[in-house]
């Protein structure tokens, strides 16, 4: 059974940091491209970043520059580096593979809070 733990998340005030992990269990992680999506109060859920096998990466315009994304194969680990915090980066993040299966199987998401 496929198990995404995300952790990470928190009260931020604007401009600043958060590091969000996810523990992938029951999956080959490592010949799986993941993603990394947020869902903000009322608005659908959304891709934030992705990353191939081969550690290729795309971010959405809207955290280009600003988040990273990374994978550790050995740890079946998913990383988002957060930098430079919006007010509008506020929202539940998860993980997952990409593209999503179907039906996809959502772990239980970190919140992040933006706000001074």
């Known amino acids: 059974q496929v198990q995404l733990v995300e952790s990470g998340g928190g009260l931020v005030q604007p401009g600043g940091s958060l590091r969000l992990s996810c523990a992938a269990s029951g999956m080959f992680f490592r010949i799986n491209s993941m993603g990394w999506y947020r869902q903000a109060p009322g608005k659908q859920r959304e891709l934030v970043a992705r990353?191939?096998?081969?550690?290729?990466?795309s971010y959405a315009e809207s955290v280009k520059g600003r988040f990273t994304i990374s994978r550790d194969n050995a740890k079946n680990t998913l990383y988002l580096q957060m930098n430079s915090l919006k007010p509008e980066d506020t929202a539940v993040y998860y993980c997952?593979?990409?593209?999503?299966?179907?039906?996809?199987?959502w772990g239980q998401g970190t919140q992040v809070t933006v706000s001074s």
């Open positions: 997952n593979w990409y593209p999503l299966p179907l039906p996809p199987v």
């Open positions: 990353i191939s096998i081969g550690s290729s990466t």
